[in-house]
């Protein structure tokens, strides 16, 4: 069954007579997107998405600040979640120059994103819809969403994703202090930690930004929380980032995928920008490290290194970094390992619905209930390894 399919959802259609072993990554890309819709879309006019399927309306998020809105029901899913469909959207946009994709992104995403968007000053994105009771708002939520609105802007040179992105940047900007000596934090709701999560990426974000703008002012602000972030929060004995840093001085040594890559991405875009060698080094050796940590070298059965299994997110999130790096040294060895496990995943982590596990060891996908953002990793990877 799983070797011949006609997609007619949405946007992609697909012919039948092509094998799934033998599709291009940009057609895993739109056939996994419309697998997302048919089974997530919530057809109600909104443009949001259930964030589990199958859908319980009980599901609690274990990812809030507040015990109190873990515990809400959800009619749709969080921002994060919802988020995932802007990234992978614009990756495929960047991809193919498919401007048919931009249109989806104007009708569906971009309507279904403003039902987040809180006018709290400064305006920003809160981690549930402003229809329901006042939710947390998350820097890292945000500054997601501006690095896809600067890349939707560098693509298509629309200043209106420009305007966008650097409105979402001023309320970044105030999760800023002086405190622990620079970072920005993680909840607005509930500052005590700064985290790689919301500093890293806004590396990212702000050379992005300096890359459609050229205001110095953003790659100023870049450099300096680039070496903030990696003063406070990298383990020197690997050259992995750690999760986060306490008010109190503490550090919260769990390492995350997405935290190392979004660090080798900004390392890359650094020495891009500035052709100082430094930020490649640090890029490479970043990158050596995390290829160390967040994959099997040693698995039995397995041809070539195996992703941990992870949030498959947080390994998109990861996967940007090699691929930026890529762009830079010309070095396949990452992205070849990247490319044969997400050829394992199409083969052995869908189940019948079209939607994948996170288990990249597995040989067979087992059923379970799938959540919404692991979904659009997926695709978005797909999108950004074009064949």
Known sequence: MKNFRLITCGLFTLSASVVFAQQSNTEKARE????????????????????????????????????????????????????????AYVALLETTGDNSL???????????????????????????????????????????????????????KNKAYLEKSEEIWKFVASGMDDKLGGGIYWCEQKKSSKNTC??????????????????????????????????????????????????????NKSKYPYNTGQMIQAGA????????????????STAKGGFEYFFAQDTDDAKHPVLKSSDNWFIAVMMRGYVELYKQNHDKTYIDAFRKNLAHAWSAMRDEDGLFTKDWNQQTATPGKRWLLDQFAIAEMYARLED
């Open 198 to 251: 919301s500093n890293a990426p806004a590396v990212v974000y702000l050379a992005k930004l300096y890359q459609a703008t050229k205001n110095q002012e953003y790659l100023t602000e870049a450099i300096h929380l680039y070496e903030w972030t990696k003063r406070s929060l990298q383990d020197p004995s690997d050259r992995v980032y750690w999760d986060n840093i306490s008010l109190k001085g503490s550090v």
């Open 102 to 156: 931009q249109k989806h992104l104007d009708e569906k995403i971009i309507p279904g994103l403003n039902q987040y968007f809180d006018k709290r000053s400064p305006v920003g994105y809160a981690s549930y819809i402003h229809t329901a009771p006042e939710s947390d708002r998350f820097y890292d939520d945000n500054i997601w969403l501006g690095i896809d609105f600067t890349d939707l802007y560098l693509h298509t």
């Open 32 to 87: 996994t997107l419309a697998k997302i819709d048919e089974h997530y879309a919530v057809n109600d006019g909104t443009h949001l998405y259930r964030e589990t399927f199958p859908f319980d309306s009980n599901y609690q998020a274990s990812y809030l600040a507040e015990a109190e809105q873990k515990q809400a029901p959800n009619a749709y899913s969080y921002l994060w979640p919802f988020s995932g469909s802007l990234s």
């Open 269 to 284: 875009l650094l020495f891009e920008i500035t052709k100082e060698n430094k930020y490649l080094v640090d890029a490479e």
